[in-house]
C-alpha cells in the first residue's frame, strides 16, 4: 500500500501543475509490481474528483465548442478501447501510439523554437478524438488529447480547464463501461477511498506549485511528458512482448 501511497500523490502533484499525465506517473510507480488491468479502473476512480474539481476551479477558460465535440469523438473511442482492454492482446496498438505520440511531441518542441499559425482542421479533431478514446480505454492514458489541445488552447489554465471537462465526460462513460464488464470491483473502491486524501493532497501541491513556476516552463513540462508517455507505452509493451516469449 505505500507504494500506491506514494504513486497516488506523485501523479496527482503532476496532475496538478499540468492538467495530465498522471496516467503515465501512476503506471509508471506500480507498473513493476502490479498487472496493468488491477492499476487502471483505480487511476479512473481516483482520478475523477480531480478532474472536476480542476474543471471547476479553471471553469473561465473553458471552450464548450472544443469540448463538447471531442467529448463525444473520445467515448466513442472509449467502447473499443475498454473492449480490448478485457479481451485482447493489445502489445501492438500501444507501440503504434508510443511512436505516434512521441512524433507529435517532437513536432511541439520544434514549434517552440519555431512557433507558426495552427490550423485547425474538422478531419484531424475527429481522428485525434477517435484515437485518444481508444488509447484512454485501453490504459487511461490522455496523451494524444493532451497532443491535440496544447495546440488549441492559449495558455495552460485553459488546456487544463478543457483537458480536464473533456477528461471528466470520458471518465464518467468509462466507468460505467468498467462497471458493467466487470472490471471495476468492490475491492477497487475500497482501495480508492484509502489513497483518496494523498490523491487531494499532491493534486493541491501540483495546483500550488503551477502559480509559482513561469508560463512558458510548464508548457515545455508538458510537452516533455507527452514524449515520456510514449517511450513509455513502447517500453512496457516491448516489455509484455518479451515476457510473453520468455514464458512459452
Known amino acids: 500500500m505505500i507504494l500506491w501511497i506514494i504513486a497516488a500523490i506523485c501523479a496527482f502533484f503532476i496532475k496538478g501543475l499540468c492538467g495530465f499525465a498522471n496516467t503515465l506517473v501512476f503506471t509508471s510507480i506500480l507498473s513493476f509490481g502490479v498487472n496493468n488491468a488491477s492499476i487502471s479502473p483505480v487511476e479512473l476512480l481516483l482520478g475523477y474528483p480531480g478532474n472536476l474539481l480542476l474543471a471547476w476551479k479553471e471553469r473561465k477558460k473553458i471552450n464548450w465548442k472544443i469540448c463538447g465535440s471531442l ?8 467502447i473499443p478501447g475498454a473492449f480490448f482492454l478485457k479481451n485482447a492482446d493489445t502489445t501492438v496498438i500501444k507501440m503504434i501510439f508510443g511512436i505516434v505520440i ?35 480505454g485501453l490504459y487511461g492514458v490522455g496523451a494524444l488529447l493532451g497532443a491535440y489541445l496544447s495546440r488549441v488552447t492559449d495558455d495552460s489554465h485553459a488546456f487544463k480547464g478543457n483537458i480536464s471537462v473533456v477528461f471528466f465526460i470520458e471518465n464518467t462513460f468509462r466507468i460505467i463501461l468498467y462497471s458493467c464488464w466487470g472490471i ?30 513561469p508560463e512558458r516552463t510548464v508548457k515545455r513540462i508538458v510537452i516533455v511528458l507527452l514524449m515520456i ?8 509493451s516491448w516489455i509484455s512482448q518479451y515476457c510473453g516469449k520468455a514464458r512459452r
Open 71 to 78: 467529448s463525444a469523438l473520445v467515448m466513442l473511442g472509449s
Open 184 to 213: 471495476i470491483k468492490l475491492d477497487t473502491a475500497k482501495q480508492v477511498v484509502i489513497l483518496l486524501p494523498f490523491m487531494l493532497g499532491g493534486l493541491g501541491l501540483g495546483i500550488f506549485a503551477g502559480t509559482h513556476i
Open 102 to 136: 512521441i512524433l507529435i511531441g517532437a513536432e511541439m518542441l520544434l514549434r517552440e523554437f519555431h512557433p507558426r499559425p495552427m490550423k485547425q482542421s474538422n478531419g484531424f479533431t475527429i481522428l485525434i478524438g477517435v484515437l485518444s478514446g481508444i488509447l484512454c
Open 229 to 236: 508517455s510514449g517511450a513509455a507505452l513502447i517500453y512496457s
